[in-house]
């Protein structure tokens, strides 16, 4: 008999993009505190920002809806670039600080286990 999966709520998987867009703002936030990134590849970041308030724009904000959708897009997508363009090692620190915590924090267990029959 095939397992029966549950089933997928529309509000978990928004609840997951907000989850992931949130962990995304905080490790740019992180980058860009961070000395060993580059001010060149910082610069990334406060120019798509700088696009929301350029008069130009590739939708015009005045198409309701549609308007904040590109405004938004550029963002994330600098976003982004912003994290592909930083060092590897620099980004996959921050993201295991993000998910396990300070390093500092962390506390090593030591200890033993036996394997028990199934019976």
């Not at 970041?45 to 308007?67: C, K, R, T």
Request: proline residues 6%.
């Amino acid at each position: 008999m095939a397992e029966q999966k549950p089933a997928r709520s529309d509000s978990g998987m928004n609840l997951g993009f907000l989850t992931g867009l949130f962990r995304q703002f905080r490790l740019v936030w992180l980058l860009m505190q961070d000395s060993r990134v580059p001010l060149w590849m910082k610069s990334v970041v406060p120019l798509s920002l700088l696009y929301l308030i350029s008069p130009l724009d590739f939708i015009p904000d005045v198409a309701l809806g549609f308007g904040q959708l590109d405004d938004l897009g550029v963002i994330l997508l600098g976003m982004a670039l912003f994290v592909k363009l930083c060092p590897q090692n620099i980004v996959e620190y921050y993201q295991n600080q993000l998910e396990y915590g300070p390093e500092d924090d962390r506390e090593t267990v030591d200890a033993s286990y036996r394997v028990m029959d199934e019976e």
